[in-house]
């Protein structure tokens, strides 16, 4: 029976074999975050509207888009949030396992622009210690910032 798949799938080439592909396995959404440091340490905080009230502050987040680089995602995603400029740095986390999800993070530095939020998807945006984190921000996050890694 082997032999037969084998075969078949030598005789399919191409379109057809990536559309097999394709409807076989699962779809994933990218999503990709920045831990945004200042140059005294602070970490950039926003307040989210669309998440849950009790955990909205997080980190800078949103998907990327085909055929971006995830670290241009940052860069894209920190400038419609806030219309701060940043350089995407090392990443930090690569992870799957949420849904259909993958999780991409990477450390991001300040370069320029002005604090402007997003009043559609952002309520407020602080700096942050790391020392001085606010109430209801998300676990993960907070695992991103201090570098701590999951129980």
Do not use: N
């Not at 400029?85 to 799957?96: D, P, T």
Request: charged share 25%; proline share 4%; hydrophobic share 40%.
């Amino acid at each position: 029976m082997k032999r037969i798949i084998a075969r078949l799938w030598r005789i399919i080439r191409g379109p057809l074999q990536w559309r097999l592909l394709w409807l076989a396995h699962s779809k994933y959404m990218i999503g990709v975050t920045g831990v945004v440091r200042d140059d005294q340490g602070h970490v950039l905080l926003l307040r989210h509207r669309m998440w849950p009230p009790e955990r909205q502050w997080g980190l800078p987040t949103g998907y990327a888009v085909a055929g971006e680089e995830f670290s241009e995602t940052v860069v894209r995603e920190v400038r419609e949030e806030t219309g701060l400029e940043v350089k995407a740095g090392r990443l930090v986390r690569l992870q799957s396992g949420y849904r259909l999800r993958v999780e991409v993070a990477y450390e991001a530095y300040i370069v320029g622009g002005d604090m402007k939020i997003d009043s559609f998807e952002i309520l407020e945006a602080k700096w942050f210690s790391v020392d001085s984190l606010p109430e209801g921000l998300q676990e993960s996050h907070r695992q991103l910032i201090t570098g701590s890694t999951p129980a």
